[in-house]
């Protein structure tokens, strides 16, 4: 025993993990030791059966492991010549829809007690990865800040991949971009896990401009696929009331386009409550800023569905044609806060003039192939099938397949 708690001591931090592309077939795990020396990984699915070295002694060590199976849960350990840490573990993404589970949350600074009791909240719900919304330190330029940091989140980022963005509080972003190992140019960037695909903008930089290019090319591909959700997160919130209050010059540079391509969902921080807007031209804005930092006193405005002042998080689960959201009081375990988004499945309409009527009632609705009225329209549709649509002068007019 004297000997395993002499190698823990031997990390400075880590393991935590990131991923630079593929959530499916690679992840990034990176570590920091006391002293200079060689590391390696063994992993593999119920037994460590792949290692992968590194001969050179360095105190930064980071691997992107690649080949791996999809939808798996693959244990690990890294170790050098005088460090070793326990087995861990992780998710690999699926390659289609299935049932996935992460949280969001941010605003974690100053109070290392709060920050914690968030953490361990979060860390009970075992998530498949977690999405940090900025302001995860204090001071960004402050080294010891940021190793604070990964020890309150230790237990937590050594099962759970990690996707941030990045706040006013991480800035200068050196050694933000030091520690975090993130797709494309990192500043901002698209990864897709299973059928949801999230789209990280920074808020901490004058460059909106080229990231609203950015953004209208990403949804352009991505919403050419009716079967993907999409989650757009980002510090500095466009709509809130309290605090901060909104980014105005966030709302002109990217709000149009999260409308115009039917974004459901984006996640801020920033200010340091809960707060959930009502659908804005389709768009709902959630605020997560309860991680750990001073809470602020939320405002009201006439678009504020619900808000609540107290450390949190907000737990997510998506199948392939429901996103349910949940926000979670961390003092307590209590749901402060749900709702629900369903996805129209993909369908196919023909013209059916002229077909028996199931009823000659004159009214719209939607029926099932044994004539049972399922709907009042063709937009409610959430189970693959076979429907007849009768229209508002009650004729028989369309042959819907939902698949």
């Known amino acids: 025993m004297l000997t395993v708690f002499f190698a823990l001591i031997q990390l400075r931090l880590g393991p935590y993990m990131n991923w630079e592309d593929s959530t499916s077939t690679t992840i990034t795990i990176s570590w920091y030791s006391v002293v200079a020396d060689s590391g390696f990984i063994a992993y593999g699915v119920g037994s460590l059966t792949d290692t992968v070295w590194d001969t050179a ?9 690649t080949g791996l199976t999809p939808r798996h849960r693959y244990i690990y350990k890294v170790a050098g010549s005088s460090y070793s840490t326990p087995i861990y573990s992780f998710r690999t993404a699926p390659l ?3 049932t996935i589970r992460f949280v969001v949350y941010g605003d974690n600074r100053s109070d ?3 920050h914690q009791m968030v953490v361990d909240a979060i860390a009970q719900q075992d998530p498949d990865f977690v999405i940090n919304t900025g302001d995860m330190v204090g001071h960004g330029n402050d080294i010891d800040d940021w190793y604070e940091f990964f020890a309150i989140e230790a237990d ?7 996707m941030p963005t990045i706040g006013n509080h991480d800035t200068p972003s050196y050694i933000y971009r030091q520690f975090f190992h993130l797709p494309e140019n990192e500043r901002y960037y698209t990864f897709e896990y299973g059928n949801v695909v999230f789209i990280a903008l920074n808020t901490e930089t004058i460059d ?13 591909e991505i919403t050419q696929d009716s079967s993907k959700w999409v989650v757009v997160y980002f510090h500095r919130p466009p709509y809130s009331a309290g605090g901060h209050g909104s980014d105005y010059d966030v709302r002109a540079a990217w709000c149009d386009i999260l409308e115009s391509y039917g974004v459901p969902i984006v996640f801020n921080g920033h200010n340091h409550f809960y707060q959930r807007s009502v659908p804005i031209n389709g768009v709902t804005y959630i605020v997560t800023g309860g991680g750990g930092a001073p ?22 689960t998506v199948t392939d044609t429901v996103m349910s959201i949940k926000a979670i009081r961390a003092t307590d375990g209590a749901v402060i806060d749900s709702l629900e988004f369903h996805k129209r499945l993909q369908s196919v309409e023909e013209d059916v003039h002229g077909l ?7 009214t719209p609705a939607v029926f099932d192939v044994t004539g049972r009225v399922v709907a009042r329209d063709t937009s409610s549709l959430a189970k693959p099938g076979v ?7 009650g004729t028989l007019r369309k042959l819907i397949i939902v698949k």
């Open 208 to 220: 909106y401009s080229s990231q609203r290019t950015y953004l209208q090319q990403r949804l352009e």
């Open 387 to 393: 429907y007849l649509w009768r229209g508002k002068d």
């Open 295 to 316: 809470l602020y006193t939320p405002g009201s405005a006439s678009w504020v569905a619900y808000s609540a002042s107290c450390y949190h998080y907000v737990l997510v």
């Open 57 to 65: 002694s360095v105190i930064a060590h980071s691997f992107k492991l």
């Open 156 to 162: 937590l980022l050594h099962n759970s991949p990690i």
């Open 356 to 362: 028996p009527l199931p009823s000659q009632k004159p």
């Open 96 to 98: 289609s829809a299935d």
């Open 112 to 114: 290392s007690a709060a």
